[in-house]
């Protein structure tokens, strides 16, 4: 199992749309070669995304990984304020260690009928579940997908990853990183470049 988080850092706006375009052509590419993935966490900004936290799994999932870790470079006028002169925008895609699986007997799950957008499929079935891990009481609520087992697995993978966070922030070792990871972007050293508002990838 591999994390890659997808970070505008302190960028522009034109940053967080990068994520979101970067984010929606790494999809593209892990279902192509059959990995399987699961958006654990994501905080939208006004026109894009900010950051976003995917788990990634299968035979080629290391080799996607590694194509990705890095500076991404979007070549791009503005598409918010087109008198803007800057032209080059970044994001950094960063690798963390693998989650250190839970038992689910760790875990107490309750269902609840999902709120908000779904229609009637929403307001007929229990698919939302909410996850607390019994030793810590961290808990989450997960109602993104449609099926309850859908929901259940990304609320297992959540609480995984925050444990994680969790255990690691008593040692300072995650928590530094990531904290780091959404400051630093090594800028005009890009692993991979796409230009114009389709993100065509230029290497």
């Known amino acids: ?35 399987a993935y699961d958006i654990l966490e994501s905080f939208p900004s006004k026109k894009g995304l900010k950051s976003a936290l995917v788990c990634l799994d ?4 290391e080799s996607l990984a590694s194509t990705w870790c890095g ?23 960063t690798r963390f260690s693998p989650i250190k699986p839970i038992e689910e007997s760790e875990i107490e799950f309750e269902f ?3 709120q908000g957008a779904g229609g009637q499929h929403v307001n007929k079935t229990s698919s939302a579940v909410r996850a607390k891990h019994v030793a810590t009481g961290m808990t989450v609520k997960v109602q993104s997908e449609r099926s309850q087992h859908a929901n259940k697995k990304l609320a297992k993978q959540l609480i995984q990853w925050k444990l994680d966070e969790y255990q690691s922030k008593q040692s300072n070792a995650l928590d530094k990183q990531r904290h780091q990871s959404h400051y630093q972007i090594e800028r005009g050293n890009a692993t991979m470049i796409f230009v114009g508002n389709e993100f065509k990838r230029l290497m």
């Open 1 to 35: 199992m591999i994390l890659l988080q997808f970070s505008a850092a302190q960028g522009p706006e034109e940053c967080c749309i990068a994520v979101e375009k970067a984010l929606a052509r790494f999809l593209q590419e892990a279902k192509k070669y059959y990995v």
């Open 58 to 61: 299968g035979k080629d999932a």
């Open 71 to 93: 500076t991404v470079q979007w070549q791009c006028q503005s598409p918010i304020r087109p008198r803007h002169k800057r032209k080059n925008w970044f994001l950094s895609v």
């Open 112 to 114: 609840t009928k999902a």
